[in-house]
Protein backbone atom coordinates (compact mmCIF):
# COMPACT_ATOMS: atom_id res chain seq x y z
CA UNK A 1 0.00 0.00 0.00
CA UNK A 2 1.16 3.73 -0.78
CA UNK A 3 2.01 5.83 2.06
CA UNK A 4 -0.12 8.54 0.17
CA UNK A 5 -2.63 7.29 -1.85
CA UNK A 6 -5.25 9.78 -3.91
CA UNK A 7 -7.24 8.88 -7.39
CA UNK A 8 -5.29 9.76 -10.29
CA UNK A 9 -8.20 10.97 -12.19
CA UNK A 10 -8.61 12.94 -14.50
CA UNK A 11 -10.93 14.82 -13.40
CA UNK A 12 -13.40 17.43 -16.22
CA UNK A 13 -14.97 19.70 -14.46
CA UNK A 14 -17.29 23.01 -16.17
CA UNK A 15 -16.67 26.43 -15.46
CA UNK A 16 -17.53 27.48 -12.04
CA UNK A 17 -18.48 24.06 -10.47
CA UNK A 18 -16.59 22.85 -7.01
CA UNK A 19 -15.09 19.85 -7.42
CA UNK A 20 -13.43 17.86 -4.01
CA UNK A 21 -10.37 15.47 -4.27
CA UNK A 22 -9.37 13.37 -1.64
CA UNK A 23 -5.86 11.89 -0.07
CA UNK A 24 -5.58 8.96 2.64
CA UNK A 25 -2.56 8.39 4.19
CA UNK A 26 -0.75 5.52 5.95
CA UNK A 27 1.30 7.11 9.12
CA UNK A 28 -1.02 8.05 12.29
CA UNK A 29 2.04 9.97 13.30
CA UNK A 30 1.95 11.95 11.02
CA UNK A 31 3.36 15.32 11.29
CA UNK A 32 2.02 18.09 8.36
CA UNK A 33 -0.16 17.82 5.32
CA UNK A 34 -0.14 19.97 2.42
CA UNK A 35 -1.95 20.42 -0.95
CA UNK A 36 0.96 21.24 -3.66
CA UNK A 37 -0.07 22.56 -7.30
CA UNK A 38 2.10 21.68 -10.31
CA UNK A 39 1.50 22.93 -13.49
CA UNK A 40 2.48 20.64 -16.73
CA UNK A 41 6.30 20.85 -17.31
CA UNK A 42 6.57 22.86 -13.71
CA UNK A 43 7.81 22.26 -10.45
CA UNK A 44 5.19 21.76 -7.12
CA UNK A 45 4.08 25.03 -5.38
CA UNK A 46 2.74 25.17 -2.33
CA UNK A 47 -1.11 26.02 -2.91
CA UNK A 48 -2.22 25.34 0.91
CA UNK A 49 -0.96 23.38 4.17
CA UNK A 50 -3.96 21.64 6.05
CA UNK A 51 -4.30 22.00 9.49
CA UNK A 52 -6.60 20.13 11.74
CA UNK A 53 -9.14 22.80 12.53
CA UNK A 54 -9.46 23.09 8.80
CA UNK A 55 -8.44 26.17 6.73
CA UNK A 56 -9.66 28.40 4.27
CA UNK A 57 -8.10 30.50 1.42
CA UNK A 58 -10.69 32.49 -0.85
CA UNK A 59 -12.25 29.38 -3.17
CA UNK A 60 -9.81 26.61 -1.58
CA UNK A 61 -10.48 24.82 1.64
CA UNK A 62 -8.32 22.19 2.98
CA UNK A 63 -9.53 19.29 5.85
CA UNK A 64 -7.98 16.99 7.76
CA UNK A 65 -9.56 14.08 9.62
CA UNK A 66 -6.47 12.53 11.56
CA UNK A 67 -9.03 9.97 13.17
CA UNK A 68 -9.39 8.47 9.60
CA UNK A 69 -6.24 9.41 8.17
CA UNK A 70 -8.08 11.24 5.27
CA UNK A 71 -7.08 14.76 3.68
CA UNK A 72 -9.59 16.81 1.51
CA UNK A 73 -9.22 19.77 -0.93
CA UNK A 74 -12.64 21.99 -2.25
CA UNK A 75 -12.35 23.98 -4.82
CA UNK A 76 -14.91 25.86 -5.36
CA UNK A 77 -15.88 28.71 -8.63
CA UNK A 78 -13.64 26.79 -10.41
CA UNK A 79 -11.52 29.16 -13.10
CA UNK A 80 -10.07 27.64 -16.21
CA UNK A 81 -6.74 28.83 -14.38
CA UNK A 82 -7.42 25.96 -11.49
CA UNK A 83 -6.50 23.21 -14.38
CA UNK A 84 -3.30 21.04 -12.70
CA UNK A 85 -2.58 18.53 -11.23
CA UNK A 86 -2.92 18.80 -7.37
CA UNK A 87 -0.44 16.68 -4.85
CA UNK A 88 -1.29 15.45 -1.48
CA UNK A 89 1.75 16.04 0.27
CA UNK A 90 2.81 14.52 4.12
CA UNK A 91 5.98 15.35 6.28
CA UNK A 92 5.25 11.73 8.39
CA UNK A 93 8.01 13.51 10.82
CA UNK A 94 11.44 13.20 9.41
CA UNK A 95 11.26 16.33 7.31
CA UNK A 96 10.93 14.60 3.75
CA UNK A 97 8.10 14.81 1.98
CA UNK A 98 5.75 12.32 0.62
CA UNK A 99 3.85 12.80 -2.07
CA UNK A 100 0.42 10.86 -3.55
CA UNK A 101 0.53 10.40 -7.03
CA UNK A 102 -1.52 13.43 -8.03
CA UNK A 103 -4.79 14.03 -9.25
CA UNK A 104 -5.10 16.00 -12.90
CA UNK A 105 -7.94 18.24 -12.81
CA UNK A 106 -8.97 20.20 -16.13
CA UNK A 107 -11.48 22.66 -16.48
CA UNK A 108 -13.83 23.02 -18.98
CA UNK A 109 -14.59 26.20 -20.50
CA UNK B 1 14.09 37.18 -4.02
CA UNK B 2 15.77 34.62 -6.44
CA UNK B 3 13.92 31.17 -6.16
CA UNK B 4 15.49 27.45 -6.26
CA UNK B 5 17.49 27.21 -9.41
CA UNK B 6 18.57 24.08 -10.79
CA UNK B 7 20.92 23.75 -14.00
CA UNK B 8 20.71 22.21 -16.68
CA UNK B 9 16.91 22.05 -17.37
CA UNK B 10 17.40 19.66 -19.81
CA UNK B 11 20.19 16.89 -20.00
CA UNK B 12 19.92 13.89 -22.87
CA UNK B 13 22.80 10.94 -21.99
CA UNK B 14 23.55 7.62 -22.96
CA UNK B 15 23.91 4.63 -20.28
CA UNK B 16 26.89 4.46 -19.24
CA UNK B 17 27.95 8.26 -19.77
CA UNK B 18 27.67 10.57 -16.26
CA UNK B 19 25.91 13.25 -15.69
CA UNK B 20 25.97 16.40 -13.00
CA UNK B 21 23.02 18.01 -12.00
CA UNK B 22 23.34 21.45 -10.02
CA UNK B 23 20.82 23.44 -7.06
CA UNK B 24 21.18 26.88 -6.25
CA UNK B 25 18.81 26.81 -2.77
CA UNK B 26 17.20 30.27 -1.94
CA UNK B 27 19.65 32.33 -0.81
CA UNK B 28 20.08 31.91 3.01
CA UNK B 29 18.23 28.29 3.38
CA UNK B 30 19.99 25.44 5.02
CA UNK B 31 17.66 22.80 4.29
CA UNK B 32 18.24 21.19 0.53
CA UNK B 33 16.51 18.39 -0.43
CA UNK B 34 16.73 16.44 -3.66
CA UNK B 35 13.51 14.73 -5.36
CA UNK B 36 13.07 12.36 -8.59
CA UNK B 37 9.92 12.00 -10.27
CA UNK B 38 9.88 8.95 -12.74
CA UNK B 39 7.92 8.75 -15.27
CA UNK B 40 4.25 7.68 -14.21
CA UNK B 41 5.13 7.69 -10.74
CA UNK B 42 5.06 9.92 -7.74
CA UNK B 43 7.80 12.51 -6.80
CA UNK B 44 10.11 10.16 -4.32
CA UNK B 45 12.82 11.78 -2.10
CA UNK B 46 16.11 11.16 -2.49
CA UNK B 47 17.94 13.06 0.34
CA UNK B 48 17.98 15.69 2.69
CA UNK B 49 20.83 18.55 3.44
CA UNK B 50 21.67 20.52 6.38
CA UNK B 51 24.29 22.96 5.76
CA UNK B 52 26.67 20.97 4.15
CA UNK B 53 25.98 17.98 6.32
CA UNK B 54 23.97 14.90 4.98
CA UNK B 55 21.19 14.74 7.18
CA UNK B 56 19.24 11.95 5.64
CA UNK B 57 20.19 9.83 2.27
CA UNK B 58 17.42 7.15 2.51
CA UNK B 59 16.17 7.69 -0.56
CA UNK B 60 19.06 7.60 -2.55
CA UNK B 61 18.54 4.72 -5.00
CA UNK B 62 22.39 3.17 -5.45
CA UNK B 63 25.90 4.24 -4.82
CA UNK B 64 25.78 5.31 -8.81
CA UNK B 65 24.19 8.44 -7.24
CA UNK B 66 26.66 10.86 -5.07
CA UNK B 67 25.08 14.09 -3.61
CA UNK B 68 27.74 17.18 -2.46
CA UNK B 69 26.96 20.67 -0.55
CA UNK B 70 30.31 21.84 0.01
CA UNK B 71 30.08 24.82 1.90
CA UNK B 72 26.41 24.66 2.80
CA UNK B 73 25.56 26.55 -0.49
CA UNK B 74 25.13 25.10 -3.88
CA UNK B 75 24.53 21.16 -4.10
CA UNK B 76 25.44 18.53 -6.85
CA UNK B 77 24.01 15.22 -7.92
CA UNK B 78 26.43 13.24 -9.62
CA UNK B 79 24.73 10.30 -12.17
CA UNK B 80 27.54 7.99 -12.68
CA UNK B 81 27.49 5.75 -14.63
CA UNK B 82 23.65 6.62 -15.63
CA UNK B 83 21.02 3.58 -16.53
CA UNK B 84 18.08 3.95 -18.35
CA UNK B 85 16.10 3.46 -14.95
CA UNK B 86 17.58 7.05 -13.84
CA UNK B 87 15.52 9.02 -16.47
CA UNK B 88 13.07 11.50 -15.19
CA UNK B 89 12.90 14.64 -13.31
CA UNK B 90 15.22 15.46 -10.47
CA UNK B 91 13.95 18.90 -8.15
CA UNK B 92 15.47 20.44 -5.70
CA UNK B 93 14.15 22.10 -3.40
CA UNK B 94 15.62 23.96 0.03
CA UNK B 95 13.82 25.75 3.25
CA UNK B 96 15.19 27.43 6.14
CA UNK B 97 16.22 26.20 9.04
CA UNK B 98 13.77 26.40 11.52
CA UNK B 99 12.04 24.32 14.54
CA UNK B 100 8.81 23.77 12.59
CA UNK B 101 8.53 21.74 9.53
CA UNK B 102 8.25 25.16 7.02
CA UNK B 103 7.09 25.02 3.26
CA UNK B 104 9.81 23.45 0.96
CA UNK B 105 10.26 25.65 -1.87
CA UNK B 106 11.30 23.46 -5.45
CA UNK B 107 13.21 24.58 -8.52
CA UNK B 108 12.20 24.11 -11.72
CA UNK B 109 13.55 20.78 -12.06
CA UNK B 110 16.28 18.76 -14.01
CA UNK B 111 14.70 16.73 -16.90
CA UNK B 112 17.06 13.42 -17.53
CA UNK B 113 16.90 11.28 -20.63
CA UNK B 114 19.19 8.25 -20.70
CA UNK B 115 19.19 6.76 -24.32
Known amino acids: RKEVEQDPGPFNVPEGATVAFNCTYSNSASQSFFWYRQDCRKEPKLLMS???SGNEDGRFTAQLNRASQYISLLIRDSKLSDSATYLC??????????FGTGTRLTIIP | EAGVTQFPSHSVIEKGQTVTLRCDPI?????LYWYRRVMGKEIKFLLHFVKESKQDESGMPNNRFLAERTGGTYSTLKVQPAELEDSGVYFC?????????????FGPGTRLTVT
Open chain 1, 50 to 52: VYS
Open chain 2, 93 to 105: ASSPLAGEYDEQY
Open chain 2, 27 to 31: SGHDN
Open chain 1, 89 to 98: VVNFGNEKLT
